[in-house]
């Protein structure tokens, strides 16, 4: 695939398959998720390959658990792998969390400890994947409802730890960086400073919806990737451009599929901040030219 | 107390997949491991993870879970106990759900009684919808008769109510009745979506057991069989060569 400068998309979804077909002109790339690859049958897994032929696509991951106090499942590596070459991806990414223990599959990702040790372990893990897998590997943030109580570095240290011993990219989910901010409050633009320069390689945005919770009386953000983006995930994204180029802005939702103007407006306000953001560096590029 | 990241790993999901946790059942231990994160937040990521298992569950057993609306809150607690969630795909989920109405059925009644036969159609009207994504060679066409076997698509299914007007969409559906009924789940030429069909006794254990390819002539003499092979092949029920 042509890696396009900040392309913009969505996350394939079989659910809407018709809808995306018709509407491929109006996305640069779609995301697929490799898992889905697997549980579905091998004609919907070539109608997805045949994608290639039309559209780039990006392949995400959501089964390695790669947090998981395990060894890797290799033969679910190895799958992945011929996937990625069949999606003809230019990347890979995964999350930065667990979801499984043996005989256990919550299917819903969890944090780690944030500390050295599981760092250095997750590093290890890493390499791995990055031995079996032909495309650069990419980690995800994630949104999280609760923190370890050994935890020793934060959330961006502990990312930018792991990046820069594997030469990982981070997948930055600007969506789940505003959830977590809002409910751990911290600042997300702190986060956002203490990242490396060019480190996001693609980016997620989706819509999720306040909780609130009677048994824990209070609300929280939850994310549900079922509502349009929030003007606070946009705001988070133009500040990204302004110090990375990520290949791929990726906009994920997962409910009320059926709600299409709503992706496709969501699909149009990413596209605004890409352009504004665009045509604030022209402007300092031409004042730079004519100042030399 | 370990401190292994693999064991605190294993008691805050055995703790995430508690009935404790999802519901704030008594009686149950709260792994120490898991002290010093806030228990309710645990049980808050618990009951989320559950919405979304049973969403999974939901997706391919709409009407079942429907069914059960009433004493759901009684069944799910059993079902969180009873089968922990070992997989992250739709099917595998509303299939342990699916056994675990059956065995649940069998030791004690469930409310509907027909319940259990809903769940199996549903399940096997997902399993005809997945298998008809694997390709597989096109059987030959009719003017050739000379052997036939179940077609390897179709589904077959057992029941002790006619649960067939649950699944009409049109109007309301009349009660099942109970009364031994065989099931033949497959998608006819030209349908897009699998379809329930009833079948005679019989001709269900002829066909369930039909996975090789037979002489027609099992089928009964000439000219009767012409016509039952050929609604059989539209239904999508068989094969023949």
């Known amino acids: 695939m042509d890696s396009p400068c900040c392309g913009v998309g969505i996350g394939y979804r079989f659910a809407i398959d018709d809808w995306t077909r018709r509407n491929l002109h109006r996305f640069d790339l779609l995301e697929v998720t490799v898992d889905h690859c697997m549980y579905r049958g091998k004609s919907t897994r070539s109608a997805i390959f045949e994608l290639a032929d039309h559209i780039p696509l990006t392949a995400h991951g959501i089964g390695l658990s790669i947090g998981t106090d395990v060894p890797l499942d290799l033969r679910y590596l190895d ?25 256990r599959d919550l299917a819903n990702l969890l944090p780690l400890p944030q500390t050295e040790a599981v760092a250095e372990s997750i590093i290890a893990k890493i390499k791995t994947v990055q031995s079996r897998i032909s495309v650069p590997f990419l980690l995800e943030n994630i949104s999280y409802l609760f923190t370890w109580p050994d935890s020793k570095l934060s959330d961006v240290d502990f990312l930018n730890v792991i990046c820069g011993e594997t030469g990982a990219g981070l997948l930055l989910d600007v969506e789940n960086l505003y959830l977590n901010a809002s409910n751990h409050g911290f600042n997300p633009y702190e986060f956002l400073d203490a990242l490396p320069d060019g480190l996001v390689k693609e980016v997620h945005v989706a819509g999720g919806e306040t909780v609130n919770d009677s048994a824990m009386g209070k609300s929280f953000l939850a994310d549900s990737h079922a509502y349009p983006a929030p003007d606070a995930a946009l705001d988070l994204l133009r500040a990204v451009l302004a110090r990375h180029d990520p290949a791929a802005i990726v906009l994920e939702r997962d409910d009320r599929l059926d709600a299409v103007n709503e992706i496709l407006d969501d699909v149009a306000r990413i596209r605004a901040v890409v352009a504004s953001v665009q045509s604030g560096r022209s402007h300092v590029q031409s004042v730079d030219r004519s100042a030399a | 107390m370990s401190n292994r990241l693999i064991d605190r790993q294993l008691s805050l999901l055995e703790y995430l997949t508690s009935g404790a946790a999802i519901f704030g059942s008594p009686c149950v231990n709260v792994d120490h491991t898991c002290s010093g994160i806030e228990s309710g937040l645990l ?61 649940r059925a069998r030791r004690a009644p469930l409310a509907p009684p027909y319940v259990v036969d809903v769940a199996a159609c549903e399940l096997a009207l997902a399993r005809v919808r997945l298998r008809v994504d694997e390709p597989r060679p096109m059987a030959e066409s009719c003017g050739r008769h000379g052997a036939i076997r179940r077609h390897p698509d179709a589904v077959f299914v057992s029941c002790t109510y006619d649960v067939r007007s649950v699944f009409e969409v049109t109007g309301e559906p009349s009660p099942p009745e109970e ?37 027609l002539s099992v089928f009964g003499a ?16 068989v094969e023949v060569r």
Request: aromatic fraction near 8%; charged fraction near 25%; charge should be negative.
């Open chain 2, 222 to 237: 000439t000219g009767e069989r012409e016509d039952l092979v050929h609604d059989l092949v539209n239904s999508g029920l």
């Open chain 2, 179 to 215: 009364r031994n009924t065989f099931v033949a789940v497959s998608i006819p030429q030209g349908a897009e979506a699998p379809q329930l069909f009833e079948m005679n006794a019989v001709l269900f254990d002829l066909l369930s057991s039909c996975h090789m390819w037979a002489d």
């Open chain 1, 79 to 103: 799958e992945v792998a011929s996937i990625v070459d069949q999606l003809k991806a230019p990347a890979y990414s995964e999350h930065l969390a667990f979801t499984r223990v043996p005989e």
């Open chain 2, 43 to 103: 049980d808050r990521e618990a009951r989320f993870s559950f919405d979304k298992r049973m969403g999974k569950v939901r997706a391919v057993l709409p009407l079942t879970v429907a069914l059960i609306e009433n004493n759901a809150i009684a069944v799910l607690q059993e079902f969180v106990e009873a089968c922990p969630p070992k997989d992250i795909g739709q099917f595998a989920n509303a299939l342990q759900f699916s056994d675990f109405l059956r065995a």
